[in-house]
T-cell receptor, first 115, second 114 residues
């Protein structure tokens, strides 16, 4: 079974803090993704990566950056957290051996609250 | 442009009833993929099915079945003899072969009442 883990289920931070959300997958997947999920807006893609040290902007990259130093780990960084970044953050990975549209498998999510 | 519409925002049914979740999509591509995911209260999205545009056969997996109709651009999901554990938010999603993103619908929240 594919296993995607995220470092925290719940996180509370203060405005202006630097926040790291970590995601690890154990299936040797090429592609990894970060989404945020908000009521009424569904899932929105923040960033994705199709290889180590590669990254691509998704639909809402502003205010975020990412890091992929190792194949299994994909980090989402909030350089200076703001209250409008309070959300549920979901990490996903996919094989990538067929295409970028391979099935994505999701982690349990991190519910981030910025005060 | 891609678009996935799940017109039912919330549905409630009594346990053991059958329920169908609707999904309508828009795409100009001939090659595309459709997905269904389940998000239980715990929050994790669970993959249910992936179907490519060339395979219009309906699929059944236990109490779950999917009806793919290209003529109406729909990919509907039916749960037979629903159970309380089926209570979740269900997402339909679309991806085109030339693109690198999956576009999710807004989801349908399903309540199965005991």
């Amino acid at each position: 079974d594919v296993k995607v883990t995220q470092s925290s289920r719940y996180l509370v931070k203060r405005t202006g803090e630097k926040v790291f959300l970590e995601c690890v997958q154990d299936m040797d997947h090429e592609n990894m993704f970060w989404y945020r999920q908000d009521p009424g807006l569904g899932l929105r893609l923040i960033y994705f990566s199709y290889d180590v040290k590669m990254k691509e902007k998704g639909d809402i990259p502003e205010g975020y950056s990412v890091s992929r130093e190792k194949k299994e780990r994909f980090s989402l960084i909030l350089e200076s957290a703001s209250t409008n970044q309070t959300s549920m953050y979901l990490c996903a990975s996919s094989s990538g051996r067929e295409s970028l549209t391979d099935t994505q498998y999701f982690g349990p999510g991190t519910r981030l609250t910025v005060l | 442009a891609q678009k996935v519409t799940q017109a039912q925002t919330e549905i409630s049914v009594v346990e053991k009833e059958d329920v169908t979740l609707d999904c309508v999509y828009e795409t100009r591509d001939t090659t595309y993929y459709l997905f269904w995911y389940k998000q239980p209260p715990s929050g994790e999205l669970v993959f249910l099915i992936r179907r490519n545009s060339f395979d219009e056969q309906n699929e059944i997996s236990g109490r779950y079945s999917w009806n793919f109709q290209k003529s109406t651009s729909s990919f509907n999901f039916t749960i037979t003899a629903s159970q309380v554990v089926d209570s979740a938010v269900y997402f339909c999603a679309l991806s085109e072969d030339r693109d690198d993103k999956i576009i999710f619908g807004k989801g349908t929240r399903l309540h199965i009442l005991p």
